[in-house]
């Protein structure tokens, strides 16, 4: 075959062919002024950025025979032998099919061998990525010590995939993406130095279309030189790629600003019927709303646009459409988006996406019109009157009085629960040992017809609480924790069931008053002091007997068990 693609003929052969790459040329060139050459280096960044490029023209200038220079002369020998591929020291390695152990463990043995033809021999290993673990093992101790004669260039688009231990041991130049511009710039020189007729604009077509990959504008190019007849147009750049041309991005955006939903379907079918790709097309309408913004918040940054061209009717939609709306906008166009990653009929969701974004409401002017204000002078200007006519009756009027403002009443903070010590203090003069075991027999059928009636929440309160004192018609009941018994005492419904419930079982109903466990002790304390010496009540030592006390008088009986407070 003759004839070769167009990132064939054009590969860069020197370091200035290189675009959008300065960071790393103008290191390496400086490096080999001063002959400051590392023995490994690693080349990553996004397929079509030049790393491979750069690698053998590394290769050249370290072996050329005008070394040191910064840009190999491509006339010697040596840089010719390099080109064509005619001299074995530079050997060029494709990892993801080389990527065994038996191929490293070749290369390692045969690196001690000095080169044949030039200074240097250089191993290019491409995508070093898919060598396996122990391949990666197998060269580490040759990448760190290797003989002075070797240059190590490895070459990924994965770097993470790459073992910190290798990376540590290279130096690593990162390859970005290659700006639309500079791309642009570089198709102008090749079309101009090979006569091909090309509309500027659809340079600018297919330089979006290769996502800052100079070997895929090139590709898609070539393809677009081909497609077309004496010129390569915009359309025919449109149709290689797949993209959307502005001025039907122009006009579906006018229908949506007109909220004629039928014209944006209508738009939008014709769209589709021509082979154009949704999930490309939404792509491409993000980005158009995307330069929309950027145009309106920074109108000089022209070069900061990347899907349009800032012609009149760009510029007459980007005035009408307020930011807030553009936001909203690129919302709805990014959730389609996203939906239409995980559905088989994508159309669906983008005819419903054009259809949201026609029902958008356009928000009304905060700004009240003239027939809005008259009303409100005319009021104002009554009132004006009215106060000249009460000075002009002799009553004061005090412009700088303050308003009155009433103020809401503060909330108490809360406080802890407060012991009814009064009316435990009488239950206390009437309580009696039988009333007390009386009360304590029925308590474990109290609690289980309390989760019967539904009060499960209430019942749970009774877990840690105890009856310690009962009377006739009064009990005591001492909780474990304050804000049970708070709970317990406040709840107007759970009283009166537990008054229902006791009237069933004993056949009389009680009062309950509840104390918490550390106020308990206090009281009773207080209580048995103030009627020490009243032998009146013999059950006053008796108001509570403890679980520890009563299984202690089972256990030795009552004339053997002495209790001391």
Same mark, same amino acid.
């Given at each position: 075959?003759?004839?070769?693609?167009?990132?064939?003929?054009?590969?860069?052969?020197?370091?200035?062919?290189?675009?959008?790459?300065?960071?790393?040329?103008?290191?390496?060139?400086?490096?080999?002024?001063?002959?400051?050459?590392?023995?490994?280096?690693?080349?990553?960044?996004?397929?079509?950025?030049?790393?491979?490029?750069?690698?053998?023209?590394?290769?050249?200038?370290?072996?050329?025979?005008?070394?040191?220079?910064?840009?190999?002369?491509?006339?010697?020998?040596?840089?010719?032998?390099?080109?064509?591929? =005619?001299?074995? /020291?530079?050997?060029?390695?494709?990892?993801?099919? %080389? %990527?065994?152990?038996?191929?490293?463990?070749?290369?390692?043995?045969?690196?001690?061998?000095?080169?044949?033809?030039?200074?240097?021999?250089?191993?290019?290993?491409?995508?070093?990525?898919?060598?396996?673990?122990?391949?990666?093992?197998?060269?580490?101790?040759?990448?760190?010590?290797?003989?002075?004669?070797?240059?190590?260039?490895?070459?990924?688009?994965?770097?993470?995939?790459?073992?910190?231990?290798?990376?540590?041991?290279?130096?690593?130049?990162?390859?970005?993406?290659?700006?639309?511009?500079? @791309?642009?710039?570089?198709?102008?020189?090749?079309?101009?130095?090979? /006569? @091909?007729?090309?509309? /500027?604009?659809? #340079?600018?077509? +297919?330089?979006?279309?290769?996502?800052?990959?100079?070997?895929?504008?090139?590709? #898609?190019?070539?393809?677009?030189?081909?497609?077309?007849?004496?010129?390569?147009?915009?359309?025919?750049?449109?149709?290689? *790629?797949?993209?959307?041309?502005?001025?039907?991005? &122009?006009?579906?955006?006018?229908?949506?600003?007109?909220?004629?939903?039928?014209?944006?379907?209508?738009?939008?079918?014709?769209?589709?019927?021509?082979?154009? /790709?949704?999930?490309?097309?939404?792509?491409?309408?993000?980005?158009?709303?995307?330069?929309?913004?950027?145009?309106?918040?920074?109108?000089?940054?022209?070069?900061?646009?990347?899907? +349009?061209?800032?012609? $009149?009717?760009?510029?007459?939609?980007? %005035?009408?459409?307020?930011?807030?709306?553009?936001?909203?906008?690129?919302?709805?166009?990014?959730?389609?988006?996203?939906?239409?990653?995980?559905?088989?009929?994508?159309?669906?969701?983008?005819?419903?996406? @054009?259809?949201?974004?026609?029902?958008?409401?356009?928000?009304?002017?905060?700004?009240?019109?003239?027939?809005?204000?008259?009303?409100?002078?005319?009021?104002?200007?009554?009132? $004006? %009157?009215?106060?000249?006519?009460?000075?002009?009756?002799?009553?004061? +009027?005090?412009?700088?009085?303050?308003?009155?403002?009433?103020?809401?009443?503060?909330?108490? =903070?809360?406080?802890?629960?407060?012991?009814?010590?009064?009316?435990?203090?009488?239950?206390?003069?009437?309580? *009696?040992?039988?009333?007390?075991?009386?009360?304590?027999?029925?308590?474990?059928?109290?609690? &289980?017809?309390?989760?019967?009636?539904?009060?499960?929440?209430?019942?749970? #309160?009774?877990?840690?609480?105890?009856?310690?004192?009962?009377?006739?018609?009064?009990?005591?009941?001492?909780?474990?924790?304050?804000?049970?018994?708070?709970?317990?005492?406040?709840?107007?419904?759970?009283?009166?069931?537990?008054?229902?419930?006791? &009237?069933?079982? @004993?056949?009389?109903?009680?009062?309950?008053?509840?104390?918490? &466990?550390?106020?308990?002790?206090?009281?009773?304390?207080?209580?048995?002091? =103030?009627?020490?010496?009243?032998? =009146?009540?013999?059950?006053?030592?008796?108001?509570?007997? $403890?679980?520890?006390?009563?299984?202690?008088?089972?256990?030795?009986?009552?004339?053997?068990?002495?209790?001391?407070?």
């Amino acid at each position: 075959m003759s004839y070769q693609a167009l990132y064939r003929v054009w590969r860069p052969q020197s370091f200035i062919d290189v675009v959008g790459q300065e960071h790393v040329t103008q290191t390496l060139q400086n490096a080999l002024l001063q002959q400051k050459i590392s023995h490994a280096y690693l080349f990553s960044g996004p397929r079509g950025t030049g790393k491979t490029s750069a690698a053998k023209i590394l290769a050249k200038a370290v072996n050329c025979e005008r070394s040191p220079i910064n840009e190999p002369c491509n006339e010697c020998s040596s840089c010719k032998g390099i080109t064509d591929g =005619s001299i074995p /020291d530079v050997i060029e390695i494709d990892a993801a099919s %080389n %990527n065994g152990v038996e191929e490293i463990r070749d290369i390692r043995d045969k690196v001690k061998y000095a080169p044949t033809s030039v200074r240097f021999k250089v191993y290019i290993v491409d995508e070093v990525h898919m060598l396996s673990i122990g391949a990666f093992n197998a060269l580490l101790k040759t990448l760190e010590e290797p003989p002075r004669h070797v240059i190590f260039i490895l070459a990924t688009t994965e770097p993470h995939k790459i073992p910190l231990t290798i990376i540590s041991r290279c130096q690593r130049f990162d390859f970005k993406r290659i700006t639309a511009q500079a @791309i642009v710039g570089r198709m102008k020189l090749i079309v101009d130095e090979t /006569d @091909i007729q090309c509309e /500027d604009q659809a #340079l600018h077509v +297919v330089a979006r279309a290769a996502d800052g990959g100079m070997r895929d504008a090139l590709s #898609l190019l070539d393809q677009a030189i081909s497609f077309s007849q004496d010129k390569v147009t915009v359309e025919d750049a449109l149709t290689v *790629t797949g993209a959307v041309s502005q001025g039907f991005l &122009n006009k579906l955006a006018n229908a949506i600003l007109d909220r004629d939903a039928a014209a944006g379907l209508s738009f939008l079918d014709e769209l589709l019927f021509q082979g154009k /790709d949704p999930s490309r097309f939404i792509e491409d309408f993000i980005l158009y709303y995307r330069d929309i913004l950027l145009y309106k918040a920074a109108p000089r940054l022209e070069e900061s646009l990347e899907r +349009v061209m800032l012609d $009149e009717d760009f510029q007459s939609i980007a %005035n009408k459409i307020k930011p807030e709306e553009l936001y909203e906008l690129i919302e709805l166009l990014n959730k389609a988006q996203q939906d239409m990653r995980w559905t088989n009929h994508p159309r669906i969701f983008l005819e419903v996406a @054009i259809v949201k974004l026609c029902q958008i409401d356009q928000k009304e002017s905060q700004i009240p019109s003239s027939e809005d204000i008259q009303p409100l002078l005319k009021k104002i200007s009554d009132l $004006e %009157n009215e106060i000249n006519e009460i000075k002009r009756l002799g009553v004061a +009027v005090n412009h700088d009085a303050q308003p009155i403002v009433e103020k809401k009443p503060q909330r108490s =903070s809360r406080r802890g629960f407060q012991v009814p010590v009064g009316k435990v203090n009488e239950i206390l003069k009437q309580a *009696t040992k039988g009333d007390l075991a009386i009360i304590k027999g029925q308590w474990g059928e109290m609690i &289980n017809r309390l989760v019967h009636n539904q009060m499960r929440s209430q019942a749970a #309160l009774l877990n840690d609480a105890e009856p310690v004192a009962a009377s006739q018609n009064s009990f005591i009941i001492k909780f474990r924790y304050e804000i049970h018994c708070q709970m317990a005492m406040e709840n107007t419904k759970f009283l009166d069931t537990l008054t229902n419930i006791l &009237n069933e079982l @004993i056949g009389k109903r009680m009062h309950v008053a509840g104390v918490p &466990n550390d106020q308990w002790q206090k009281i009773r304390e207080d209580f048995l002091q =103030s009627q020490h010496g009243d032998e =009146s009540n013999e059950d006053i030592h008796l108001i509570e007997e $403890e679980p520890l006390v009563a299984e202690a008088k089972k256990l030795f009986g009552e004339n053997l068990v002495e209790i001391k407070d």
